[in-house]
């Protein structure tokens, strides 16, 4: 088999777990199975990470995703209510199926047809766009472009974009995230 | 060209994007419509890194002697790297409001919580 099918064939692997995953959400009698749908959903989402060369945010995604925020939702669920409680049906559901279906065939029309200004190869290095020699051993050694960049590059490259040129939003995150840590205790102690 | 063309990508993104919404939508339960918004969260994380990985300007560079294309920002990266943060303040607060008021009125369905109705 060629690397070009190996590849659709892994996509079409990952796009069925985190389909599958977000349908069983939305499928399951007890609102803790649902939650259980909801971690697959997450590793299939952290699956095409990777196949977009994005390592680094996979392993966000398990650590935040599949590993914090997923053990949050089980707690919270434990202690609201009978765990294995039968979930109610769904309300209003016809209505709801109105605006999701026109809206699911609106974005998937615009995703099919739209020109994404592709940059496979095509696009002209912008101006003054350069990076630095020591950047480029960085990010690649001798990798031709095809294959993509490698991972250790790649996670510098993100810690100095992060430090530098989104140096602000990087700190205003961190101060809402304090605020959240301290919130939510105050919020849920009595 | 690419094994894998874009659009696919996107067309996953926006499966999970409907389903999140239309659990947001239906859902009584408030943890349950909060699955729906991490939901949502993810297909947009997913869009962004499609888009980053497929759209953004590259670099042409020589390093060892070969010529690469490189992709010149991380921006769909640093993107998602932030959503992922404030989704996690989210369900903190989120969660921490819902036990708040399963604690108050021994509930969690919406549809219950109507204090402010006049």
Do not use: C
């Amino acid at each position: 088999m060629s690397p070009l099918l190996l590849q659709q064939i892994a996509f079409m692997v990952l796009a069925a777990i985190s389909l599958s995953g977000a349908w069983g959400v939305i499928r399951a009698h007890s609102v803790f199975v649902s939650a259980l749908w909801l971690i697959l959903s997450f590793v299939g989402v952290a699956g095409l990470y990777v196949m977009l060369e994005a390592g680094f945010l996979a392993v966000i995604q398990v650590l935040v995703y599949v590993g914090a925020i997923s053990v949050l939702i089980l707690f919270a669920i434990m202690l609201t209510e009978d765990v294995m409680g039968q979930a109610e049906p769904a309300s209003q559901w016809p209505l709801a199926v109105l605006i999701v279906l026109p809206f699911f065939g609106m974005l998937a029309k615009a995703a099919f047809t739209a020109d994404w200004q592709l940059s496979a190869g095509s696009v002209a290095p912008p101006e003054g766009a350069s990076i630095s020699a020591e950047t480029a051993k960085l990010v690649t050694t001798a990798i031709p472009a095809e294959q993509g960049f490698r991972l250790p590059g790649q996670v510098v490259m993100l810690g100095r974009s992060l430090m530098t040129e989104h140096l602000l939003a990087f700190e205003v995150v961190a101060v809402v995230l304090l605020v959240a840590l301290v919130g939510a205790i105050v919020i849920a102690r009595d | 060209m690419p094994a894998i063309p874009v659009w696919w990508y996107l067309m996953v993104a926006t499966g999970l994007f409907s389903i999140g919404l239309y659990a947001t939508l239906t859902r009584r339960n408030a943890v349950n419509v909060l699955m729906g918004v991490e939901l949502m969260l993810n297909a947009v994380n997913l869009n962004a890194v499609a888009l980053w990985r497929y759209a953004s300007p590259t670099v042409s560079a020589t390093v060892d002697g070969q010529s690469v294309q490189l992709l010149s920002t991380l921006d769909g990266q640093v993107f998602a790297i932030f959503v992922i943060a404030l989704a996690a303040a989210e369900a903190a607060v989120g969660l921490a409001l819902i036990i708040a008021v399963y604690r108050s009125r021994r509930t969690v369905e919406l549809e219950q919580l109507d204090m402010l109705q006049g």
